[in-house]
């Protein structure tokens, strides 16, 4: 069985959940290729130390060029701040590996363009990280759409909500600073996610009228003072897209002040006979809607059933975040090998550079208090 070999510049959080589904690769049934963790980059110590446990590892390293220089990895995974996306991402373009790149894909458009022409030009395979579509809900929406059954459709509405911001004492972090997150702020952070299915059913928003929200505009340093938060918190854009011939409202919801929610990625679709939704707050169910004299809704309780590439986990049991972390790796490695056979993929670099397209359009939007049109041939100077 063929083995790949990775490496991870990055070994923080998401570092880390990547070696946690790396090291139960075994988990998946009839998978074909094999994986293996080689080398790991970060400038914490600490960090690095963790990764000790895993015994495919044979590099541990605080120079990412230690890492790139090695002849055996063969795909890199980079869980770095928004800023520093477009240096990194090219410099592992440049030295011959594959790429699984975090969202947004860089600090902005014009990053965003940059990395996925040098992918293009260098003929590298490279998607980005989105994890919760390949929970069963989400791909039982996705299917529930392409059956016709909810006839014509006649909205849409998605988005991914936090409260990790609500708490005003919590320390500042790169994520509030527009020097490291962006301009974009929140929609850096969580837009991807919330575009990923969208794009993929082929749903590009062409007009956006954005609201930006700053909310909590100073935090703790760390030292004893305050720092200033720069970043959008919340982001609501109300946009058109063009389904079947017809324009069709849909909302893009992101947030990191959404009291009430910790971690919650929705989506809903509506239609003439019927409709659509999952939220990953009752991670269980489906619900879908038919009206046939009658208006009713049906709850579904979904198992692990219906996960992309299936595992040895039983099929009453639910997923978790862990899972559709693990689901979204073996797209990244199915499609990269030849058998992703129509399965659901990760985000492709023309869909992580059309999200970026609708970001630069909201801030246009909010800034003049205008509705904007997505111009997805713009070309930054």
């Given at each position: 069985?063929?083995t790949l070999n990775?490496?991870?510049?990055?070994?923080?959080?998401?570092?880390?959940?990547?070696?946690?589904?790396?090291g139960?690769?075994?988990?998946?049934?009839?998978f074909?290729?094999?994986?293996a963790?080689k080398?790991?980059?970060?400038?914490?110590?600490?960090?690095?130390?963790?990764?000790k446990?895993?015994?495919t590892v044979e590099?541990?390293t605080?120079?990412?060029?230690?890492?790139?220089?090695?002849a055996?990895?063969?795909?890199v995974?980079?869980a770095?701040?928004?800023?520093l996306?477009k240096?990194?991402?090219?410099?592992?373009l440049?030295?011959g590996?594959?790429?699984?790149?975090?969202?947004?894909f860089?600090?902005?458009?014009?990053?965003?363009?940059a990395?996925?022409?040098k992918?293009e030009?260098?003929?590298?395979f490279?998607?980005?990280s989105?994890?919760?579509?390949?929970?069963?809900?989400?791909?039982?929406?996705i299917?529930?759409?392409k059956?016709?059954r909810?006839?014509?459709i006649?909205?849409?509405?998605?988005?991914?909500?936090?409260?990790?911001d609500i708490d005003?004492t919590?320390?500042?972090?790169?994520?509030?600073?527009?020097k490291?997150?962006?301009?974009?702020?929140?929609m850096?952070?969580l837009?991807?996610?919330?575009?990923?299915?969208?794009l993929?059913?082929?749903?590009?928003?062409?007009?956006?009228?954005?609201?930006?929200?700053k909310?909590?505009?100073?935090?703790?340093?760390g030292?004893?003072g305050?720092a200033v938060?720069?970043?959008?918190?919340?982001a609501?854009l109300?946009?058109?897209?063009?389904?079947?011939g017809?324009q069709?409202?849909?909302?893009?919801?992101?947030?990191?002040?959404?009291p009430?929610?910790?971690?919650?990625?929705?989506?809903?679709?509506?239609?003439?006979k019927?409709?659509?939704?999952?939220?990953?707050?009752?991670?269980?169910t489906?619900?879908?809607f038919?009206?046939?004299?009658?208006?009713?809704?049906?709850?579904?309780?979904?198992?692990?059933?219906?996960?992309?590439?299936p595992?040895?986990?039983?099929g009453?049991?639910e997923?978790?975040?862990?899972d559709?972390?693990?689901q979204m790796?073996?797209?990244?490695?199915?499609e990269r090998?030849?058998?992703?056979?129509n399965?659901?993929?990760?985000?492709?670099?023309?869909?992580?550079?059309?999200?970026?397209?609708?970001?630069?359009?909201a801030?246009?939007?909010f800034a003049?208090?205008?509705?904007?049109k997505?111009?997805?041939q713009y070309?930054?100077?």
């Amino acid at each position: 069985m063929k083995t790949l070999n990775i490496g991870i510049i990055g070994g923080g959080l998401m570092g880390k959940e990547a070696a946690s589904a790396f090291g139960r690769w075994f988990a998946l049934n009839d998978f074909p290729v094999n994986v293996a963790l080689k080398a790991v980059c970060d400038l914490n110590e600490q960090v690095l130390a963790w990764y000790k446990n895993i015994p495919t590892v044979e590099l541990l390293t605080t120079d990412y060029k230690e890492l790139l220089g090695r002849a055996d990895i063969d795909v890199v995974y980079v869980a770095l701040p928004h800023n520093l996306h477009k240096e990194f991402y090219l410099e592992v373009l440049e030295a011959g590996k594959d790429l699984l790149a975090e969202k947004p894909f860089g600090i902005g458009l014009e990053a965003a363009l940059a990395i996925r022409d040098k992918a293009e030009e260098l003929g590298r395979f490279v998607r980005c990280s989105s994890e919760m579509p390949f929970l069963p809900g989400p791909q039982r929406v996705i299917e529930e759409v392409k059956s016709g059954r909810i006839g014509e459709i006649i909205e849409v509405k998605a988005g991914f909500l936090h409260s990790s911001d609500i708490d005003p004492t919590k320390p500042i972090n790169w994520k509030r600073q527009v020097k490291f997150c962006g301009e974009i702020g929140v929609m850096g952070d969580l837009g991807m996610h919330v575009l990923h299915v969208p794009l993929r059913l082929g749903w590009k928003p062409e007009l956006v009228y954005a609201n930006l929200q700053k909310i909590v505009t100073e935090r703790p340093d760390g030292k004893g003072g305050m720092a200033v938060c720069d970043t959008w918190n919340n982001a609501t854009l109300n946009t058109q897209v063009t389904i079947d011939g017809k324009q069709i409202p849909m909302l893009l919801e992101m947030k990191r002040i959404a009291p009430g929610e910790t971690n919650t990625w929705y989506i809903e679709i509506f239609g003439t006979k019927g409709g659509v939704k999952y939220s990953t707050k009752d991670t269980k169910t489906l619900w879908t809607f038919k009206f046939e004299g009658e208006q009713f809704w049906q709850r579904t309780d979904l198992g692990f059933k219906g996960v992309p590439f299936p595992t040895i986990t039983g099929g009453i049991f639910e997923p978790g975040f862990a899972d559709c972390f693990m689901q979204m790796l073996a797209g990244y490695v199915a499609e990269r090998e030849g058998f992703l056979n129509n399965r659901f993929g990760c985000v492709t670099p023309d869909e992580a550079v059309d999200s970026h397209y609708v970001f630069a359009a909201a801030l246009k939007s909010f800034a003049n208090t205008s509705v904007e049109k997505v111009d997805y041939q713009y070309q930054p100077a």
